[in-house]
Structure formats: structure tokens, C-alpha cells
């Protein structure tokens, strides 16, 4: 599946935009991500980069007390989790399940993230 930034993903708020910009680059860095040793790193700095994305909306609904900061913050520990385990999978060699992960599941699970949780959030932020 291929995703690409367009005006309409906006959520309305500039650090959770440029975000999530940047991980739309990232899977599209990804999906083109041919040599297995490329793959690897990006899918592990991709990580990374969730992680922060992730505390940072996490700090922005605990400091502005929104009122489903929790299921919210579940749904990202969720994830991560997943990410987790594809993290070993790909140190022992096996790609294949992080390469199906990033061309499908989890473009799907962030479109649609994004249209719920980081939506409702950013609107609740905006006031
Ligand atoms: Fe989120
Ligand atoms: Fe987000």
C-alpha cells in the first residue's frame, strides 16, 4: 500500500504534522529499502523515531490533561510492542515479517490512528 503525505492528513497542530510527515518519508525509505543490511537500520532508527513520536504526543496529553490520554498512550505501547518483537526477528535474519509489517500493516494502522486518536487529540489541544 502506498501512503504519501497530502494537506488532508493534517491534524491541525505543527509538531504532530511534521511527525508524522517524517514517517510517511520513513516508510517510504523503507518499502524501497532493497539490501537487507539497509532495511535493518532503517527499520530500527524507524523505531526510534516512533518511540519519540510517541512520548512526545504522550507528554503533550499528560500536560494538557486529555481526557483519553490513557487508551490513547495503550494504543502506542500496543504498537510498540509489536515492534518490538519484529526487532528480533530481524536481528536473527528473518525480514520478512518487518517487510510485510511496513508495506501493510502498519500504513494501515497509522492512517487510520491518525483519523481517530491523533485527530481527537489535536482538536482537544487546539481548544
Ligand atoms: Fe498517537
Ligand atoms: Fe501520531
Not at 16 to 25: A, G, K, L
Not at 57 to 75: I, S, W, Y
Not at 79 to 97: F, M, P, R, T, Y
Amino acid at each position: 500500500m502506498a501512503i504519501e503525505w497530502t494537506d488532508e492528513l493534517s491534524v491541525g497542530h505543527a509538531d504532530i504534522d511534521h511527525d508524522h510527515r517524517e514517517t510517511i518519508d520513513r516508510i517510504q525509505d523503507l518499502v524501497e529499502a532493497v539490501d537487507d543490511e539497509s532495511f535493518k537500520r532503517l527499520f530500527s532508527d524507524f523505531a526510534e523515531h516512533l518511540r519519540i513520536h510517541f512520548e512526545m504526543e504522550q507528554t503533550l496529553m499528560k500536560d494538557n490533561g486529555f481526557f483519553a490520554q490513557v487508551p490513547h498512550t495503550k494504543e502506542h505501547q500496543r504498537v510498540l510492542g509489536g515492534i518490538d518483537s519484529l526487532l528480533k526477528q530481524n536481528d536473527v535474519g528473518d525480514l520478512n515479517a518487518a517487510r510485510q509489517y511496513i508495506e501493510f500493516d502498519f500504513p494501515e494502522w497509522f492512517l487510520a490512528h491518525r483519523a481517530t486518536m491523533d485527530k481527537v487529540t489535536a482538536d482537544f489541544l487546539a481548544g
